[in-house]
């Protein structure tokens, strides 16, 4: 693979992009992401791709879901019905959807996201309601 090459779907190790701290505040694989940010960073790695960055409150879900919907609204997004390798999972825990992550192609599929508690995990779709999650949605980058 060349120095500018995006990997392909079996070329990337995904156990790396597990155990990464949570943080409201730094993004970057050492001190941490927030939800968003890990979504932009897997992104940009396994893709190429430059996603928008979100710049609001973390611990305000109302922000996050606003600006995330007002993201995921915007051209360089499309809904998808079903998950496909690298497309955005939103996700709520109650009424509005305030969190994000990335279908990735491990055991049959499963969402990297991260949480103030656990910071960033691989789940299997039908594990992510022992956490409270619930998907809303899923969106193809096409920016």
Same mark, same amino acid.
């Given at each position: 693979?060349?120095?500018?090459?995006?990997?392909?779907?079996?070329?990337?190790?995904?156990?790396?992009?597990?155990?990464?701290?949570?943080?409201?505040? /730094?993004?970057?694989? %050492?001190? !941490?992401?927030?939800?968003?940010?890990?979504?932009? $960073?897997? #992104?940009?790695?396994?893709?190429?791709?430059?996603?928008?960055?979100?710049?609001?409150?973390?611990?305000?879900?109302?922000?996050?879901?606003?600006?995330?919907?007002?993201?995921?609204?915007?051209?360089?997004?499309?809904?998808?019905?079903?998950?496909?390798?690298?497309?955005?999972?939103?996700?709520?825990?109650? /009424?509005?959807?305030? %969190?994000? !992550?990335?279908?990735?192609?491990?055991?049959?599929? $499963?969402? #990297?996201?991260?949480?103030?508690?656990?910071?960033?995990?691989?789940?299997?779709?039908?594990?992510?309601?022992?956490?409270?999650?619930?998907?809303?949605?899923?969106?193809?980058?096409?920016?």
């Amino acid at each position: 693979m060349t120095a500018n090459a995006v990997p392909s779907i079996d070329d990337i190790d995904y156990r790396r992009w597990q155990r990464i701290p949570y943080s409201d505040i /730094t993004q970057d694989m %050492h001190t !941490g992401f927030n939800c968003w940010g890990l979504m932009r $960073a897997f #992104l940009q790695e396994a893709l190429g791709k430059d996603v928008a960055a979100i710049d609001v409150d973390f611990t305000n879900k109302q922000q996050v879901a606003a600006e995330a919907d007002r993201q995921l609204g915007r051209g360089c997004w499309q809904a998808i019905d079903h998950p496909e390798p690298f497309c955005a999972v939103q996700m709520t825990h109650a /009424t509005i959807a305030h %969190h994000v !992550g990335v279908w990735v192609p491990v055991n049959g599929g $499963a969402v #990297l996201h991260t949480t103030r508690t656990a910071g960033s995990l691989i789940q299997k779709r039908s594990l992510l309601p022992l956490m409270g999650f619930r998907i809303t949605g899923f969106y193809r980058f096409t920016g």
